[in-house]
């Protein structure tokens, strides 16, 4: 079965430091893969997407993500964490369904924290 | 830009009501969403609709039924509200095909169920 797994709940940098997030899927196909950022209150963002070709995506406020598709692993990084970053960042995979209909499977989240 | 809407950002109701959640979304997207979120489980999906009058189950269905009498509008029902279906509800849309799969997300409801 289709699943998404982010194996850390919580993750605290200062400002400024680099940040990696892991997603680690498990899908049978070519995956397509997606990370959402969720601030406090809000719905959830887009932040980037894969869905074939380059390994290494760029998205919004300066993040990007790599496909391994040895590892399973489609990880989240920027490279200086702006206190703004504080936020639950969500890894999901599109996984089909007896409609058609692609729907999202999404991890558990990761809730960033942002030191001063 | 995109607007998926919720009608309530909060919402308190008692045990056994019957309880309207409704979205509406303004970019002519054949599908919509409704997730449940609770701490630690991430999002789960509970229903979707890919046309008119046309739906799914999702992982978790049990206790939920839904509607879409309009392209535009998705309501999830608790036809019986219990405690446990205390939790925030996200809906969601997007464009059929798998390239345009892109979800777009109201801000969320909160329902708390005394």
């Known amino acids: 079965a289709q699943s998404v797994t982010q194996p850390d709940i919580h993750i605290t940098v200062s400002e400024g430091a680099s940040l990696e997030l892991r997603c680690n899927y498990s899908y049978g196909a070519t995956p397509y893969l997606f990370w959402y950022v969720q601030s406090p209150g809000q719905g959830l963002q887009l932040l980037l997407k894969?869905?074939?070709?380059?390994?290494l995506v760029q998205g919004i406020k300066g993040f990007e993500a790599e496909f391994k598709r040895s590892q399973s692993s489609f990880n989240l990084r920027k490279p200086s964490v702006h206190w703004s970053d504080a936020a639950e960042y969500f890894c999901?995979?599109?996984?089909?369904?007896?409609?058609?209909?692609?729907?999202?499977?999404f991890g558990t989240g990761t809730r960033l924290k942002v030191l001063a | 830009d995109v607007k998926v809407t919720q009608s309530s950002r909060y919402l308190v109701k008692r045990t056994g009501e019957k309880v309207f959640l409704e979205c509406v979304q303004d970019?002519?997207?054949?599908?919509m969403f409704w997730y449940r979120q609770d701490p630690g489980l991430g999002l789960r999906l509970i229903y979707f609709s890919y046309d008119v009058k046309m739906k799914e189950k999702g992982d978790i269905p049990e206790g939920y039924s839904v509607s879409r009498e309009k392209k535009e509008r998705f309501s999830l029902i608790l036809e019986s509200a219990s405690t446990n279906q205390t939790s925030m509800y996200l809906c969601?849309?997007?464009?059929?095909?798998?390239?345009?799969?892109?979800?777009?997300f109201g801000a969320g409801t909160r329902l708390s169920v005394l």
């Open positions: 999901a995979v599109g996984a089909g369904s007896t409609s058609g209909t692609y729907k999202y499977i």
């Open positions: 894969y869905f074939s070709g380059d390994t």
């Open positions: 969601a849309s997007s464009l059929r095909g798998i390239a345009k799969n892109i979800q777009y």
């Open positions: 970019m002519d997207h054949e599908n």
